[in-house]
């Protein structure tokens, strides 16, 4: 989402899935990733609304889905009326049509609240993996892999690293939360 440093690749995931969240929220503008990872059961099996049909946006508060296969348009569009989104889903032949209507000032604190609360569960997620490799580095001392000035370095290394996944997280946040609140 945004550039800066460098991203430690043990801390890359937890980035991919606050994006993936994060892109999840409605803002005041359609975007493709507010559904296309609503999972719908289908063939016996979950799937993702992406792997089931074409998502497009045609205009700032539109989304079209359009399935390829016929017999999901109702599952579809059932499974996105009981979605936390709030949109009611219009049904015409084979698509499906979400018209978004503009965001309440209420649902827009809402909304930045949710924001807060998924930035926190990430910076959480970095502090137990960052807690996790410094067991490592401490057994690894213990077992004499690694001399007191190694660990030392290691751990400094480490700890920038979760400093740059934290600011990571914390410009994604302000972005999203400036999409949020923007009229």
Do not use: C
């Amino acid at each position: 989402m945004t550039g800066g440093p460098e991203i430690s690749a043990a801390f890359a995931p937890v980035l991919m899935h606050l994006d993936t969240v994060l892109q999840g929220l409605r803002t005041g503008r359609a975007n493709p990733g507010l559904v296309e990872h609503i999972e719908v059961e289908s063939y016996g099996t979950k799937m993702r609304i992406k792997e089931l049909a074409t998502v497009t946006v045609p205009d700032a508060r539109t989304i079209h889905i359009q399935p390829w296969d016929k017999g999901h348009v109702p599952i579809i569009a059932k499974t996105i009326e009981s979605s936390p989104l709030g949109v009611m889903p219009a049904v015409a032949g084979t698509v499906i049509r979400l018209s978004l209507p503009p965001l309440t000032e209420e649902r827009r604190r809402e909304l930045t609240r949710l924001v807060r609360k998924h930035l926190e569960e990430a910076r959480v997620a970095i502090r137990n993996i960052r807690e996790k490799q410094l067991k490592e580095l401490k057994s690894r001392k213990d077992a004499k892999e690694l001399s007191e000035d190694a660990l030392e370095r290691e751990r400094k290394k480490l700890q920038e690293d979760v400093d740059a996944a934290i600011t990571a997280i914390d410009n994604r946040g302000k972005e999203k939360e400036k999409e949020l609140l923007a009229f």
